[in-house]
């Protein structure tokens, strides 16, 4: 959620800015990582967080208990830099794409004049700018921009994402907007591998994102749909494998080795593969799964055993 859109919501409902004054005060440690957002995982589950050791913990549980954790590695925080992300994946698997990147800001270094003069000339272009070290406020320059939107990527320096879900893995990033080549058309179509230790367990598939939101779950290389509602409406039933399938497989199970869980995001465009981010815990673990005791507990299991394996 752009900055703007996320303070101007919350002047509008004083106990969602009481909560969030609190969270920014509060440190990263995790029992009171947890007291913030298990409630939240209960409003949107029905249940408190199980132990991701229960026999009936889904993933969703596991995510939750991963997010408020510390201990992360200094891979897996580079990981989440969108700066850093793409060289990561490109040095991981070097047959992966990335979109060039046109333009860094470093925004704790550069003055706001100076970082609206250089950006204000690139309307028009084809180009895509966005926080390095969030997510949500995402600019395509070829849109002409309207100034405010501009503004607000500047502004985007005083949010840290890690104050709006407690992932702990988010707390120490720089902030920085990073321009890239917006790619050609593709077919508005994400692919997001859940993998283990380079395993790719399965691939959630998200189709018109930004109108008619369609999601499906699918096997991973088969290609066999899920019998499972995670939060949207599956695609048409005439939905069919894409021809690069196999190779997004191998491409994430590739760019995964070295995790114990990352959810890798590719899209296609031109006939080649390119790299989205690696996310390490999917939607903050609150998106809903209506068949969870079947479908995310299958996942779960899936996972643990792919990480007791070495590729």
């Known amino acids: 959620m752009p900055v703007l859109s996320k303070l101007t919501g919350l002047a509008q409902n004083p106990r969602r800015y009481a909560w969030l004054a609190l969270n920014m005060a509060a440190p990263n440690w995790m029992p009171i990582n947890y007291l913030f957002m298990a409630p939240i995982f209960k409003g949107s589950h029905g249940h408190w967080p199980r132990h991701p050791s229960r026999p009936d913990a889904s993933f969703n549980d596991y995510f939750f208990h991963r997010m408020i954790r510390n201990g992360w590695t200094d891979l897996e925080k580079r990981c989440v830099d969108k700066e850093f992300a793409k060289q990561i994946a490109k040095d991981l698997c070097p047959r992966v794409k990335t979109p060039k990147t046109i333009k860094l ?29 969030g997510s949500g ?25 890690f104050w709006a879900d407690r992932q702990s893995v988010h707390i120490d990033l720089n902030p920085k907007v990073i321009v890239e080549e917006e790619l050609p058309e593709g077919e508005n179509t994400d692919y997001k591998f859940f993998c283990a230790r380079g395993h790719a367990i399965c691939c959630q598939i998200d189709v018109d994102r930004f109108s008619d939101h369609r999601r499906a779950m699918v096997t991973v290389p088969d290609f066999q749909p899920h019998d499972v509602l995670y939060s949207y409406p599956p695609p048409a039933a005439n939905y069919k494998k894409p021809a690069q399938f196999e190779i997004m497989a191998e491409i994430a199970s590739q ?53 007791s394996l070495r590729v």
Do not use: C
């Open 105 to 133: 800001f470093d925004l704790k270094k550069v003055p706001k004049g100076d970082f609206m003069a250089e950006m204000l000339p690139l309307r028009g272009r084809r180009l895509v700018a966005k926080p390095t070290h």
């Open 137 to 161: 406020h995402v600019v395509f320059m070829k849109d002409d921009p309207a100034v405010d939107k501009i503004e607000g990527l500047y502004k985007s320096k005083s949010w840290r994402h």
């Open 255 to 307: 760019l995964s080795k070295q995790f114990e869980f990352v959810r890798i995001d590719l899209y296609t465009a031109s006939n080649s593969v390119y790299f989205g981010e690696f996310t390490f815990n999917p939607n903050a673990a609150m998106e809903v799964i209506r068949n969870e005791q079947d479908f995310g507990v299958l996942i779960l299991k899936r996972i643990r055993a792919a990480q």
